[in-house]
C-alpha cells in the first residue's frame, strides 16, 4: 500500500512565523502535491513536483514556497504565517506509470495561524 | 478555466437505497477521471478511477463515464450508514499528472 506522511497532524503559529510542513512518501513515486483545503472552496493546489529539485506553481502559490531534495519528501514552507493560511494542507503523490495518475494522500495538517 | 462541477448537496439517502452522484466536466480533452471519499477531518481515499466510457464496478460501487456528454457518476449500490462522506469527482487532461478537484458533494445515509 502507498504510505504518505505528514509531520503533524495539528500545528498551532504566530502571524509572522515562518512554518515548515514535511511530506514523505514511501513508493518511490515522481509527482508530489500540495493542497489547501477550505470549507466552500474545496480542495486548491498550492505547488506540485514532479522530480527531485523540480517545482511548479498551481492555483494558488502566492505566500509559500516548497522544496523537493530527495525523491520522497517535500516541504512546504510559509515563508511568513498569516491568518489567512489558517487550512488543511493535504500532501498527495502519484505516478506517471500506468497513465491513469491516481493521487495519494496524506492524513493531512490542520494549522491555525493565531 | 477547467471546471469539475458536482451537484451542490447535501444528498441523503435511506440505508440500503441506491445512492447517485454526478460530476461534469468542462475539458474535453480529460482523459481519466477519479471519485475519492472523504470522512469528516481525514483526508481523501480513492474509491475508484474510470478511463473509458461505460460502466466500472467495484463491489457496491459503480462508476459511468460518457465523454460525448461530459459527465461521471457514482453509483452506490445497497448505502449503509458508513457511506456517509464528502466524495470528491477529479480529472486528469493527460497532460501531466495534475487532477482538477470539483468541490465534492455530502451524502447522509439515514438507518
Known amino acids: 500500500d502507498v504510505k504518505v506522511t505528514q509531520s503533524s497532524r495539528y500545528l498551532v503559529k504566530r502571524t509572522g512565523e515562518k512554518v515548515f510542513l514535511e511530506c514523505v512518501q514511501d513508493m518511490d513515486h515522481e509527482n508530489m502535491f500540495w493542497y489547501r483545503q477550505d470549507p466552500g472552496l474545496g480542495l486548491r493546489l498550492i505547488y506540485f513536483s514532479y522530480d527531485v529539485k523540480m517545482k511548479e506553481k498551481g492555483d494558488i502559490p502566492e505566500g509559500y514556497s516548497v522544496s523537493r531534495e530527495k525523491k520522497e519528501r517535500f516541504s512546504l514552507i510559509l515563508e511568513s504565517a498569516s491568518t489567512n493560511q489558517t487550512s488543511m494542507y493535504l500532501c498527495?503523490?502519484?505516478?506517471?506509470?500506468?497513465?491513469?495518475?491516481?493521487?495519494?494522500f496524506g492524513p493531512g495538517t490542520r494549522l491555525t495561524v493565531l | 478555466q477547467k471546471e469539475v462541477e458536482q451537484n451542490s448537496g447535501p444528498l441523503s439517502v435511506p440505508e440500503g437505497a441506491i445512492a447517485s452522484l454526478n460530476c461534469t466536466y468542462s475539458d474535453r480533452g480529460s482523459q481519466s477521471f477519479f471519485w475519492y471519499r472523504q470522512y469528516s477531518g481525514k483526508s481523501p481515499e480513492l474509491i475508484m478511477f474510470i478511463y473509458s466510457n461505460g460502466d466500472k464496478e467495484d463491489g457496491r460501487f459503480t462508476a459511468q463515464l460518457n465523454k460525448a456528454s461530459q459527465y461521471v457518476s457514482l453509483l452506490i449500490r445497497d448505502s449503509q450508514p458508513s457511506d456517509s462522506a464528502t466524495y470528491l469527482c477529479?480529472?486528469?487532461?493527460?497532460?501531466?499528472?495534475?487532477?482538477?478537484f470539483g468541490k465534492g458533494i455530502t451524502l447522509s445515509v439515514r438507518p
Open positions: 477529479a480529472v486528469n487532461n493527460g497532460a501531466n499528472s495534475k487532477l482538477t
Open positions: 498527495a503523490s502519484s505516478s506517471p506509470s500506468g497513465g491513469a495518475h491516481e493521487q495519494f
